[in-house]
């Protein structure tokens, strides 16, 4: 929600561009090299401003880690909401767990793909 209200803001102020923020990544200030995770914020924003191309340039995983947090925040909302279906909601939440498993798989072999091979 905050990634569409961000990204909705740098439309209407070209001037609040979110690139020229600080690196914010303790692990790119130390190393000098992005993390798996560096630019997931800015891929959101631009998301949430509408712009896909922007946003896998700044990660290529960035709708994907933002589809997963979008899921899990379903599925525990419905859980809060509907307390008789929550075995079964349950049940469903179970894959989605182990799916962080292939997200987290993912982010290094695109950080391996950027960093090691520079693509």
Known sequence: MLAVLLGQLQRLLPSASI???PVLC???RTTGI???GCGLTRSWVAIGGGDLHQSLHDHRLG???ML???LQALRHGL???FPRL???IDRLGRY???GILLLAGGLFVNWFLLIGLGI
């Open 63 to 65: 709708w994907l880690v």
């Open 34 to 36: 992005p993390c798996p």
């Open 96 to 98: 989605l767990d182990w």
């Open 19 to 21: 690139s020229r923020l």
């Open 26 to 28: 303790a692990f790119r």
């Open 68 to 70: 997963y947090v979008f």
């Open 79 to 81: 859980w809060l909401r």
């Open 86 to 88: 929550r075995n079964g």
